[in-house]
């Protein structure tokens, strides 16, 4: 029985992530049932509630949550990697056996490849990829998001690992761009995974809506935006606290202005779930400060990708500076409002003809903001309209990952036929 390894994510703790893992998992396995696949799990308790069965979970052997400074982060993994080098030049054998075990290490992690974050978070975030090539298997790196690459040790440990892995997938053209700088042989143009994620059926996002208050006969309006975009946002000239509470007040004061300007009730939708990123603790400040609170409901409970999906799909417009929101509500025909933070962002917008409808967190104001608003809403149904034949495109490349990942395992395998799944 092939045996992949899925690292890189926060699995259940970033619905993004486990958006992305399903959809891999859920397709590969309608073509090859017999596929077996394993998560290395940075909460393993959490995960093996919400996969059961479906996936095994391994603990992540390399990194320890409980210490909280940088240096606690990043130095054990840099001590085994020069420890794994040297071991590797005298005898040709990494001595790690739960990676030994896979036919396929997977990375799923989406963005890892980037100085975006600091060349810290870069290394730490690289240390089993590097460690995988040095035990030479086989690793995608699916799905990602790369660069920009601006420091010169991360150019040339972006030219390490890109040159030898065994498939690069991309999921936005500006990614492409930046892979191709270090190497073509192995560079595929696909999609995010979580395009062929499957909602759950729309009476379940009804009874979802019913149990939160939702008012069914007003316009819905779904928000979502997290503390860790700030992080990504955050540039020298400012301080993190300092974006924070402005991106919160200017959200806020907008959530008040939806109300009141179209009668909406707004629904306050967390997907990271990560203690350091915790998007309730962001939304909750929002709802807090909105004025007009009545018809303003934060979402209390975590709701899988399916119905999370489904849920914003029932909404007119979408505002978000996570990249999960933005992409269901692009694959319902919702017409998304973006507050980006990185390439990725800007890269899908502009792909669905939407890029006015994207911008940077950097320069953002109330004015903009509600300017973007009442354009979209204005134009929602138009929009709506274009957004059918862009996903199929979209979806077909989507689907290009999970052919990569069958045409890897050790035994050859049917292709795939028919179409994408339905949403």
């Known amino acids: 029985m092939p045996r992949i390894l899925l690292i890189g994510t926060y699995g259940s703790l970033n619905k993004g992530d486990e958006a992305r893992l399903r959809s891999l998992v859920d397709n590969v396995r309608k073509i090859t049932p017999n596929v077996s ?14 996969y059961g069965g479906e996936i095994d979970i391994v603990e992540t052997p ?130 995010d995974p979580a395009f062929l994620l499957e909602g759950a059926p729309p009476a379940r996002a009804q009874e979802i809506l019913r149990k939160e208050g939702v008012d069914r006969d007003d316009p819905i309006i779904g928000i979502s935006i997290g503390y860790g975009s700030f992080k990504r946002t955050t540039g020298q000239t400012f301080g993190l606290d300092k974006a924070h509470h402005e991106l919160v007040r200017i959200v806020a004061r907008a959530v008040d202005y939806l109300q009141e300007r179209l009668g909406a009730t707004i629904i306050l939708l967390p997907h990271v779930f990560i203690p350091s990123e915790n998007d309730e603790v962001v939304l909750k400040e929002v709802y807090l400060r909105a004025q007009r609170s009545a018809k303003v409901k934060l979402f209390a409970g975590s709701y899988t990708p399916g119905e999370l999906k489904s849920i914003i799909g029932q909404c007119e417009l979408v505002v978000a500076s996570r990249l999960h929101p933005i992409i269901h509500a692009l694959s319902g025909h ?90």
Request: charged share 25%; glycine share 4%.
């Open 334 to 423: 919702v017409v998304p409002i973006a507050i980006g933070y990185s390439h990725k962002m800007r890269s899908i917008m502009r792909e669905f003809g939407l890029e006015e409808y994207a911008f940077s967190a950097h320069d953002l104001t109330y004015d903009q903001l509600v300017r973007v608003i009442d354009d979209a809403w204005k134009n929602r149904n138009a929009i709506k309209e274009r957004l059918p034949s862009k996903l199929v495109e979209v979806r077909r490349r989507a689907l290009l990952n999970v052919q990569a990942i069958v045409s890897l395992l050790p035994r050859p395998r049917l292709g795939i036929q028919g179409d994408c799944p339905d949403e």
């Open 62 to 191: 390399w990194k320890n949550r409980t210490r909280r400074t940088p240096l606690h982060r990043v130095l054990p993994s840099v001590i085994i990697l020069i420890a794994c080098c040297i071991l590797h030049g005298i005898s040709g054998r990494i001595p790690v056996k739960i990676l030994s075990e896979y036919d396929i290490i997977l990375d799923a992690s989406g963005e890892s490849l980037s100085d975006y974050f600091g060349q810290r978070a870069l290394l730490s975030c690289l240390f089993p990829v590097i460690l995988c090539m040095l035990m030479r298997k086989s690793i995608i790196l699916s799905a990602q998001s790369i660069g920009p690459f601006e420091k010169r040790f991360t150019r040339l440990l972006a030219r390490l690992v890109l040159a030898r892995a065994s498939l690069v997938s991309v999921r936005d053209f500006e990614s492409l761009q930046y892979t191709q700088q270090y190497t073509r042989s192995n560079v595929l143009l696909t999609a």
């Open 37 to 50: 696949f394993s998560l290395m799990s940075y909460d393993p308790v959490a995960d093996r509630k919400i």
